[in-house]
């Protein structure tokens, strides 16, 4: 099937359908960008290289012709030397309000933001199957610059809607029998513990949740619990990587073995590690895993990540069909791209995706290892003068139990208002989740953390 304007299946997204099926229209001069970049002056580890579209034989239109949008995208070079002050200074936010919050919302860096509106006013100005032909190409090469940043074959990569979304693929795709048990962690997010109690209801699954202790002695106080809960029906254990509730970091590998050494399919929440922590994951283990492009990766809204491990694709249903899967019951699309089949997308969004991409990229070979480095000595910094300042952390003090969230325990009666005069009074973005939540990351500064210090002091009274 080819989606031209007379297919039947062409009313979803060009990027939506996992295979690029879209082409220049037939006759149009089209001109190679072989030796342009995607993006103009962009150093090759930052943006999205338009030798990309010519190594995957895609071409784009002559200057005129519906297409050429993508060699005028803005530029988006990173400065020469990535140090603190200078990844500060890509991002737009106002020091009046700084952003804390990076567990529920990142900025978007300007370079990326600048590519996402330049693609998206291209499609207001030609909307056309013609125009949009370009995005297909896009999605491949952010498809594959993510998957090698997580060690994985492209074909394992879906880039869906928010880590909503892909946990909830997961949680309604695999094959469950009435009486089969899922383990769950209770720190796990809604989507990702509320939605198997809502299938438990409908099909009759088992759920077991396990409770782990706030300040674990060593990993063994993680891990027994849920080899504990195991039993001969486990078919699924579903965890977050890292709690957005109390900042508590598991130990993901050794569940993953532990798991597998009884068949059951293990399932990541990486909302919180996706972006701050080298995610490496064939090392990790784990059979799937989710996570969103707006908290830590830094890139646009509306942008997920679902990745499932080849020998285990097969045996995970979509939850959507649109166009783009196909004519009949086996699906198009190749491996994981089978998830996308979600109807009309958000293009331009591919364009962000890929430059903030580049930003880890460009962040890895610094001396900041995806900005995990800088990440964890903010949230260090931050922990300490906590404590100092006669704070309680519900978040554990050892960086191996822990990544950038940050909880601070507040009695629930306080939390509405520590919150609101933490940004009225100090100007600090956090959230009052778990207590207060704060999670510094690159685009935070050593003075940022301090300015959350002296307000922490100046409210102290609504921490008791």
């Known amino acids: 099937m080819t989606a031209d304007a007379s297919d039947a299946g062409a009313e979803g997204s060009p990027a939506g359908g996992?295979?690029?099926?879209?082409?220049?229209?037939?006759?149009?001069?089209?001109?190679?960008?072989?030796?342009?970049?995607?993006?103009?002056?962009?150093?090759?580890?930052v943006a999205l290289p338009a030798v990309a579209l010519a190594a995957s034989g895609a071409t784009a239109a002559s200057p005129g012709e519906p297409g050429s949008w993508v060699a005028g995208l803005p530029g988006a070079a990173l400065p020469q030397r990535l140090d603190?002050?200078?990844?500060?200074?890509?991002?737009?936010?106002?020091e009046r309000h700084v952003p804390m919050n990076a567990a529920n919302l990142c900025p978007t860096s300007r370079p990326a933001?600048?590519?996402?509106?330049?693609?998206?006013?291209?499609?207001?100005?030609?909307?056309?199957?013609?125009?949009?032909?370009?995005?297909?190409?896009?999605?491949?090469?952010?498809?594959?610059?993510?998957?090698?940043?997580?060690?994985?074959?492209?074909?394992?990569?879906?880039?869906v809607r928010n880590t909503s979304?892909?946990?909830?693929?997961?949680?309604?795709?695999?094959?469950?029998?009435?009486?089969?048990?899922?383990?769950?962690?209770?720190?796990?997010?809604?989507?990702?513990?509320?939605?198997?109690a809502v299938r438990a209801a409908r099909y009759g699954i088992v759920v077991r949740t396990v409770t782990l202790p706030a300040q674990p002695r060593d990993a063994g106080e993680l891990i027994e619990p849920f080899v504990r809960a195991f039993t001969p029906k486990t078919r699924v254990l579903a965890v977050s990587h890292v709690s957005n509730v109390s900042g508590l970091a598991l130990p993901v590998r050794e569940l993953c073995d532990l798991a597998h050494a009884?068949?059951?399919?293990?399932?990541?929440?990486?909302?919180?590690?996706?972006?701050?922590?080298?995610?490496?994951?064939?090392?990790?283990?784990?059979?799937?895993?989710?996570?969103?492009?707006?908290?830590w990766y830094m890139g646009p809204r509306e942008v997920g990540l679902l990745y499932?491990?080849?020998?285990?694709?097969?045996?995970?249903?979509?939850?959507?069909?649109?166009?783009?899967?196909?004519?009949?019951?086996?699906?198009?699309?190749?491996?994981?791209?089978?998830f996308e089949s979600?109807?009309?997308?958000?293009?331009?969004?591919?364009?962000?995706?890929?430059?903030?991409?580049?930003?880890?990229?460009?962040?890895?070979?610094?001396?900041?290892r995806s900005g995990e480095r800088y990440t964890r000595a903010l949230a260090q910094h931050l922990k300490n003068g906590l404590v100092e300042a006669g704070a309680t952390l519900v978040t554990p003090m050892a960086e191996?139990?822990?990544?950038?969230?940050?909880?601070?325990?507040?009695?629930s009666a306080n939390r509405a208002e520590l919150f609101r005069r933490l940004y009225a009074e100090h100007g600090i973005a956090a959230a009052p989740t778990g207590g207060l939540r704060l999670c510094p990351h690159v685009y935070n500064t050593s003075e940022h953390v301090d300015r959350v210090l002296a307000g922490m002091v100046a409210l102290r009274s609504l921490l008791a």
Do not use: M
């Open 308 to 338: 499932v491990r080849s020998d285990a694709i097969g045996r995970i249903w979509p939850a959507v069909v649109a166009p783009g899967w196909g004519d009949d019951v086996d699906p198009d699309p190749v491996g994981a791209r089978k």
């Open 165 to 196: 979304e892909a946990n909830n693929i997961v949680n309604a795709g695999l094959a469950l029998e009435p009486g089969d048990e899922v383990v769950l962690w209770d720190q796990n997010h809604p989507t990702n513990n509320v939605a198997w």
């Open 113 to 159: 933001a600048q590519a996402l509106a330049a693609a998206d006013a291209a499609i207001d100005l030609d909307c056309s199957f013609q125009n949009r032909a370009p995005f297909g190409t896009l999605l491949e090469h952010c498809r594959a610059r993510i998957a090698a940043q997580l060690s994985v074959s492209p074909d394992e990569v879906a880039l």
């Open 84 to 94: 603190p002050v200078s990844v500060r200074g890509l991002f737009e936010f106002s």
């Open 342 to 368: 979600l109807g009309q997308r958000d293009d331009a969004a591919l364009t962000g995706l890929g430059v903030a991409a580049g930003l880890h990229d460009a962040l890895a070979d610094a001396d900041v």
């Open 262 to 295: 009884r068949g059951i399919h293990v399932h990541v929440d990486g909302a919180q590690s996706w972006g701050v922590l080298h995610v490496d994951l064939p090392e990790l283990g784990c059979d799937s895993y989710a996570a969103s492009a707006h908290k």
């Open 18 to 45: 996992g295979r690029s099926r879209l082409s220049p229209a037939p006759g149009a001069q089209a001109a190679s960008l072989s030796r342009r970049r995607f993006l103009a002056g962009v150093p090759a580890g």
């Open 400 to 411: 191996r139990f822990s990544a950038g969230v940050c909880v601070v325990s507040v009695p």
